[in-house]
């Protein structure tokens, strides 16, 4: 078996793509999406029906949303288990608001005839988000935990009975690097990698069952280093260098047995070590920015085609 296959026999491959023919290629079990990808979706010609129904619509906000579920609806068809769809990085910190988003997006969902056992949403891991999730599991509606960067941020989550979490890999060790004028670390030494597996073993030690997705990587190395892990969501790029890999692929990660306890996160707590944690801090709040960015250009272009065609 070549790398990809061999991952795929410990740990569930989810694609980091709205590519219909990419998922089609390297089949994962689940996909992954985000306003940066439903932006680059828009323009594949697999997608050009939903964007001239989108461009259709008065409602610029109506119109994303109906673009993004249909996206949505179309990865549900050749992917066998759950889509991540965002709420708006604007509701990032509002609770209220991004619950009664996600309850939208899961009804608009229904009525294309998707189940909400198909869908995750996709929610940034501030203290909002994780209250918000707190909410719509109880409701359940499972929540895909983003823009994790920090253990704190990772944990809260799980004690609120988020079904994923996705730590944010490449971008920690970005950061890292940046930082420190590294330019590059052995596999075993990356931040981010160092940061997923702590997490994963954190959560299997204290049982939590929050799934841990790794996310965001720059390298096939990195993916390969967290072998085992719960779930991984890869860009079409890495999975085609794992699928042309012919090597042996170790086992990094096995579940242990929960032997340890903690107590629950308070706000304080949260907030605190969120900010003592400058690496954590600036990435939470630029991916939230990026996202919203990405947002704003796909607002933009939907208003400017409506324009167009008036």
Request: charged share 25%.
């Amino acid at each position: 078996m070549n790398a990809l296959e061999q991952l795929k026999t410990m740990t569930v491959v989810v694609a980091d793509t709205g590519d219909l023919d990419a998922i089609r290629t390297y089949q994962p079990q689940d996909c992954t999406t985000n306003p940066s990808l439903i932006l680059k979706a828009a323009s594949l010609p697999g997608y050009a029906q939903a964007l001239r129904e989108a461009q259709d619509m008065d409602d610029v906000e109506a119109a994303i949303d109906m673009l993004t579920i249909r996206i949505g609806t179309e990865l549900t068809k050749i992917v066998p288990g759950y889509v991540s769809t965002e709420v708006d990085a604007r509701l990032s910190f509002d609770t209220d608001a991004m619950v009664a988003k996600a309850r939208h997006l899961i009804e608009l969902y229904r009525q294309a005839g998707v189940g909400r056992e198909r869908i995750l949403i996709k929610l940034a891991t501030t203290w909002e988000g994780v209250e918000a999730a707190r909410v719509l599991e109880a409701e359940g509606i499972h929540c895909n935990m983003t823009l994790v960067f920090g253990k704190v941020q990772a944990v809260a989550a799980a004690q609120a009975g988020a079904f994923l979490i996705s730590p944010f890999v490449g971008r920690i060790t970005d950061w890292y690097k940046k930082s420190t004028g590294t330019k590059d670390y052995a596999v075993d030494e990356d931040p981010g990698v160092q940061s997923v597996r702590e997490i994963y073993r954190h959560f299997k030690s204290h049982g939590y069952p929050t799934v841990v997705m790794g996310a965001s990587f720059r390298s096939a190395a990195q993916v390969k280093a967290l072998a085992g892990c719960d779930r991984l969501t890869v860009s079409p790029q890495l999975l085609g260098e794992l699928a042309a890999d012919e090597g042996t692929l170790e086992r990094v990660l096995t579940p242990v047995a929960a032997t340890e306890s903690e107590a629950s996160i308070t706000e304080a707590e949260f907030r605190w070590a969120l900010s003592s944690d400058p690496m954590a801090n600036e990435k939470l709040a630029e991916g939230i920015a990026g996202f919203h960015a990405d947002t704003e250009k796909l607002r933009t272009l939907l208003r400017q085609v409506v324009a167009a065609s008036a």
